[in-house]
């Protein structure tokens, strides 16, 4: 019945196909996210009311599948997805993909299929310059040593190949915000937005990546596929080596 009166012609989620007026509320109403403006974190209507993708799921399938050919059937690249969000999950799994890795260190709370591989993201058993590509969509801000977690990402990247490194992000701070002496989860809600998240990203988010030696672009499509219902606002953070620099 949802489906039926949301339907039209507004949005059309790439995962179902669906077509429909608007979407379902999802994110956190915390005060914190509204005065920081965090993009990709606040309350907001986001949520395909039939697949359940999010927004900034679609606008990985806007990347991955029409800026680039990663969901192309069949090809030989090697990929590495942590925290596999399901749709996309999907979407990769059924091209049939043989270089396709994904993994989450958390795999037994998330009720993740046996495929998820229990991956740490601090300790990554794969060679140095192995990955052609790398999600990481909202993940470091969970990660205390989030630095620790970028220079794993960068020793297992191949030199031509990119990685995809989407965090919520602060659009009017400067500098980060995070405390590690911050122990309780409501402190941490209070301050960062979300218990089980480690700081608020401010602008100097893309410092954090050239520091341990990535080239950051940083790209708004969100525009151009509006039509798949995207945060306008949530541009696409690209960290490559350096011999290779993306431009969509
Ligand atoms: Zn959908």
Not at 52 to 62: I, N, Q
Not at 82 to 105: Q, T, W
Not at 175 to 198: A, C, P
Request: net charge positive; proline share 4%; glycine share 6%.
């Amino acid at each position: 019945m949802k489906l039926l009166w949301n339907t039209g012609s507004r949005f059309k989620c790439p995962f179902c196909n669906y077509s429909s007026r608007g979407h379902a509320l999802m994110g956190s109403n915390s005060a914190v996210l509204a005065e920081k403006e965090v993009i990709g974190g606040q309350r907001r209507r986001a949520r395909c009311l039939k697949c359940g993708s999010t927004d900034r799921e679609r606008l990985m399938f806007a990347y991955l599948g029409n800026e680039r050919d990663f969901l192309t059937k069949g090809h030989d690249k090697k990929i590495l997805h942590i925290a596999p969000e399901s749709n996309l999950n999907s979407k990769f799994r059924s091209a049939s993909l043989p270089g396709y890795v994904c993994g989450d260190k958390f795999t037994f709370g998330y009720n993740y299929p046996e495929y998820v591989k229990h991956i740490d993201i601090l300790d990554l058993s794969f060679p140095e310059n192995h990955f052609d590509l790398i999600i990481c969509n909202h993940v470091l801000e969970h990660i205390p040593d989030d630095n620790l977690a970028i220079k794993e990402l960068f020793r297992v990247l191949k030199p031509e190949g990119e990685a995809i490194l989407q965090v919520p992000i602060s659009a009017n701070t400067k500098y980060t915000v995070e405390d590690h002496t911050i122990m309780s989860d409501e402190k941490r809600k209070e301050l960062f937005g979300q218990e089980d998240h480690m700081r608020i990203y401010g602008q100097d988010y893309t410092d954090r990546l050239s520091h341990v030696g990535f080239k950051v672009t940083r790209v708004n499509i969100s525009k151009k596929y509006n039509l798949y219902g995207l945060n306008q606002q949530e541009d696409i953070f690209i960290a490559t080596k350096g011999s290779k620099t993306p431009n969509p």
